[in-house]
Nanobody, 116 residues
Framework: QVQLVESVGGLVQAGGSLRLSCAASGIIFSINAMSWHRQAPGKQRELVAVISSAGIAKYAESVKGRFTISRDNAKNTVYLQMHSLKPEDTAVYYC??????????WGQGTQVTVSS
């Protein structure tokens, strides 16, 4: 079975940093694009960042310059490094395998809370 297991999120003050990880199994990780999404209360889930199998990354405008998506194929893990966090970054964050520009397998979600 495909599993995407995310690290625990956390509580961080505005301006702080946090790194999320997502460990994949049941897929050939190295050939798959991976992505991070988030959903805040009362809002739709949105794409945060996506990274291709070749390591090319794209970001939502709201996080450009602050977040970095990366992957370690040897560890079957995708990361989201978040800097300069803002209260509006508060959300449940999900990793996903990305096929045809959408996720087909999803992590369980992890809460990130940014306090002001």
């Amino acid at each position: 079975q495909v599993q995407l297991v995310e690290s625990v999120g956390g509580l961080v003050q505005a301006g702080g940093s946090l790194r999320l990880s997502c460990a994949a199994s049941g897929i050939i990780f190295s050939i798959n694009a991976m992505s991070w999404h988030r959903q805040a209360p009362g809002k739709q889930r949105e794409l945060v960042a996506v990274i291709s199998s070749a390591g090319i990354a794209k970001y939502a405008e709201s996080v450009k310059g602050r977040f970095t998506i990366s992957r370690d194929n040897a560890k079957n893990t995708v990361y989201l490094q978040m800097h300069s966090l803002k209260p509006e970054d508060t959300a449940v964050y999900y990793c996903a395998r990305t096929v045809a520009l959408r996720g087909d397998y999803w992590g369980q979600g992890t809460q990130v809370t940014v306090s002001s």
